[in-house]
């Protein structure tokens, strides 16, 4: 048993204290945050930005060991997009976290001016508050020491409480205006060097999906959380020393813990097949003319155009990558924990992963490498969701192209090119430009357009577009709800997916936009997939609530088990299961429901990829009556999701 240890922070009152929870009975932070949010808080009963939405951030129960990837920082939340319960990670951060003496904090209460809060670990946790004004912080923002937004205040911070740095070994978590001004803000954390007093760029990792920055900010008024110390977790002897702990693995597995992980994390460490790794250098050259471009619109064409596509993607945005990136350089990093696999790779001192770079590059006609990193950057100062804003510009780009919005009311200075069909990367070269407009002009709320997608969401924006430009509508042929993709959610909620073409981001499962689907290119029978599905959301949650990376579950998933019996614990997936049915039952009672997809475009992710496939049953269905075939595959997908989750169908009419 170990006591995992919550300090609950009111930083309305400036008041602290510390509550214990035992490992067993529970599992890990993700369990836990279910728990403080459905049973201690409630926090289903109020509006979404209220104080008494909590923050729960919590390390797993191995943090702190010599076990490889065992260093997420795992946050719950309810969240401003989806309106339910969300979980989120930031990689490294409890490296560095757990010297506070503390597994998990608890923001909640409101700040009167945003706020500073220092957490220490010296004999016993210490907890010290700092206000800043928001003009200073703002001034920050727009730059300091060669950075702007997020990486600013990191390095501000830094600097100017360098003595707690140096002391404690000490991280933060920031937030940065796009958590001010938007649902969609992430959490940001940059691994620094307290000794140089700069930023270790390439380790940055962001909580992002779900708006858990914007609910640290606008629920709770806090602009970041430093922490760190000499605390060492009370952790049994085998998790500590790496060689007890390989003979212990080679005990289980007949194999070398090194050669395991090795193994397990090629396509993320470096693949010989590619030359490549990391998700940006694997993904390319693998999916090639599957992932989708130009706002998910190559779902339309013909397969030898994607492939036409898809080479000027390998030739220009994949190879000067993994020429730069692999062979004349290895620039890889970590996320601030001691890890073999070294997943950042970095090109030109950005950091490059698949989603943000899809997100602003192919999904909206750009192919230049350069550009796209200008962009990313932007929405990481910004401190935004890159998925969720690579959707944003997507469908505003097609909206403004589909004539459904004027280039006035989007705050942009051209009209975008969209044609696939051109074949020619110059031409598209305008989108990257008016990406860059776009995320400027949503960060300052320029255009009512902008200001409600910002404050609003993406979905009930839409609402109301379909509702004020009916004429519009009529003359393109399509309406707004039809370009746009994301998963509904009662009346407003939403998720926007991953950038893949597959069902499995476009399902009703309670938390959706994370890897916790099937996600492989498969049509199959909903009650199937479902199976699929499932399974997957088990293992994938297994996999965050011990606070474990996602890249080590090649080896990570089938021993875990393994690992929590170290803490007397047995029946693992029976207890994961439990955990699952309540965030399904918390979304319940917070009304974010999963229903039926709206947008034209968002059924034929399901149609065209039946045609694809030659799942011929479901491609005639599709053929006759899409709308209808889609409501039968959703409907005997629902009915039998919640029968595995374990709810009585009641609960949900």
């Given amino acids: 048993m170990i006591i995992y240890k919550v300090l609950f922070i009111d930083v309305g009152s400036l008041r602290?204290?510390?509550k214990e929870y035992e490992i067993p009975p529970y599992l890990g932070p993700v369990e836990i945050g279910v728990k403080i949010h459905l049973e201690e808080?409630?926090?289903w009963k109020y509006e979404i930005f209220s104080?008494?939405?909590?923050?729960f951030l919590g390390t797993g129960p191995f943090a702190g060991s010599k076990i490889f990837g065992t260093h997420r920082l795992v946050a719950v939340f309810r969240s401003p997009e989806s309106l339910g319960l969300h979980i989120s990670e930031a990689g490294g951060v409890a490296y560095k976290f757990i010297g506070s003496g503390?597994?998990?904090?608890?923001i909640y209460g409101k700040s009167e001016e945003p706020l500073l809060i220092f957490v220490e670990g010296e004999e016993k946790t210490k907890v010290i508050f700092e206000k800043i004004s928001f003009d200073n912080l703002n001034r920050i923002y727009e730059g300091y020491g060669n950075y702007f937004g997020a990486y600013a205040l990191t390095k501000w911070l830094l600097d100017i409480y360098s003595d707690f740095y140096i002391e404690n070994n000490a991280r933060a978590v920031v937030v940065g205006p796009g958590a001010w001004q938007t649902r969609f803000g992430s959490l940001v954390s940059i691994d620094v060097n307290p000794e140089t007093k700069d930023l270790i760029i390439g380790s940055e990792d962001f909580a992002g999906r779900g708006g858990a920055g914007s609910i640290l900010a606008q629920a709770h008024n806090v602009a970041g959380i430093i922490a760190g110390g000499k605390i060492k977790p009370q952790l049994p002897e085998i998790l500590v020393n790496i060689r007890n702990f390989n003979e212990f693995f080679k005990k289980i597995t007949g194999r070398e813990y090194f050669n395991a992980v090795n193994l397990a994390t090629t396509k993320y460490r470096f693949d010989p097949k590619t030359g490549a790794g990391g998700t940006f250098g694997s993904n390319y050259p693998y999916y090639k003319e599957w992932l989708p471009t130009f706002g998910y619109n190559s779902i339309y064409l013909k397969k030898e155009i994607r492939r036409k596509i898809s080479d000027i993607v390998l030739k220009n945005y994949w190879e000067p990558f993994k020429e730069e990136t692999f062979v004349k350089t290895k620039n890889w990093k970590t996320c601030g924990e001691p890890c073999s696999v070294a997943?950042?790779?970095?090109?030109?001192?950005?950091?490059?992963?698949?989603?943000?770079?899809?997100?602003?590059?192919?999904?909206?006609?750009?192919?230049?490498l350069k550009e796209a990193s200008r962009i990313v950057d932007l929405i990481d100062n910004a401190g935004l969701d890159a998925i969720t804003t690579g959707h944003i510009v997507s469908f505003l780009l097609e909206a403004v192209n589909r004539g459904l919005l004027t280039c006035e009311e989007v705050g942009i200075s051209s009209h975008p090119n969209l044609d696939p069909l051109i074949l020619n990367p110059e031409k598209w070269h305008i989108n990257g430009l008016l990406a860059e407009e776009i995320i400027q002009n949503l960060l300052n709320k320029k255009t009512p357009v902008l200001k409600d997608i910002a404050e609003k969401g993406l979905r009930k924006t839409i609402k109301i577009l379909d509702q004020k430009y009916e004429e519009r509508i009529e003359k393109a042929g399509t309406s707004f709800k039809d370009i746009a993709l994301y998963q509904p959610y009662g009346e407003d909620g939403y998720m926007t997916p991953n950038f893949y073409w597959t069902p499995g981001f476009f399902i009703p499962i309670f938390v959706n936009g994370k890897y916790w689907t099937e996600y492989r290119l498969i049509f199959t029978e909903p009650e199937e997939f479902v199976e699929l599905v499932y399974e997957r959301v088990i293992k994938e949650l297994a996999i965050s609530n011990a606070g474990f990376c996602r890249f080590h579950r090649g080896w990570a998933e089938n021993f875990l088990e393994k690992l929590y019996e170290i803490f007397g614990i047995k029946n693992l997936e029976e207890k994961l299961k439990?955990?699952?049915k309540n965030i399904a039952i918390y979304n319940i009672k917070a009304g974010s429901i999963p229903k039926p997809l709206e947008g034209e475009k968002a059924i034929d992710i399901f149609s065209t990829l039946a045609e694809e496939l030659q799942v011929q049953r479901w491609n005639t269905k599709f053929s006759k009556d899409k709308r209808r075939a889609y409501q039968e595959w959703f409907e005997r997908f629902f009915i039998s999701y919640i029968y595995h989750v374990g709810l009585d169908f009641s609960l949900i009419k």
């Fill in 41 to 43: 808080i409630e926090s």
């Fill in 343 to 368: 997943c950042k790779k970095i090109w030109k001192r950005k950091k490059v992963d698949y989603e943000p770079f899809q997100g602003v590059g192919p999904l909206i006609g750009v192919f230049d």
């Fill in 16 to 18: 602290w204290e510390i």
């Fill in 102 to 106: 503390i597994n998990g904090l608890v």
């Fill in 578 to 580: 439990e955990v699952y």
């Fill in 51 to 55: 104080p008494q939405n909590v923050l």
